[in-house]
């Protein structure tokens, strides 16, 4: 079992940056890939980011390629999202998930391991 904790969220205008982080717990090393999704009001989860376990490989949704960087410290059990450029649309509770794996894999599908996320605001 791995136990995630996001923080960094916060209001912000719109233009500014943020870095969310992902603590983890338990279980940890460096056999999960782990992936950002978020979830605005009113509308469903939606994949952000991931990164794959050594974190040689990186994935993102349309809508956030080009602002948003994942990165990962394996040595800290902590994974980030650096987010730039922000729109008052990436308003979200942003969560950290993760998969175990043996592979390089990078997705949105398969995470078993979910934060309990922490809120960004985007004002206008």
């Known amino acids: 079992q791995v136990q995630l904790v996001e923080s960094g969220g916060g209001l912000v205008q719109a233009g500014d940056s943020l870095r969310l982080s992902c603590a983890a717990s338990?279980?940890?090393?460096?056999?999960?890939?782990m992936g950002w999704f978020r979830q605005a009001p009113g509308k469903d989860r939606e994949f952000v980011a991931s990164i794959s376990r050594s974190g040689a490989r990186t994935a993102y949704s349309d809508s956030v390629k080009g602002r948003f960087t994942v990165s990962r410290d394996n040595a800290k059990s902590a994974v980030y999202l650096q987010m730039n450029s922000l729109k008052p649309e990436d308003t979200a509770v942003y969560y950290c998930?993760?998969?175990?794996?043996?592979?390089?894999?990078?997705?949105?599908?398969?995470?078993?391991?979910w934060g309990q996320g922490t809120q960004v605001t985007v004002s206008s």
């Open positions: 338990g279980r940890t090393g460096s056999s999960y890939s």
């Open positions: 998930a993760g998969r175990l794996t043996n592979l390089e894999y990078v997705g949105s599908s398969g995470y078993g391991y």
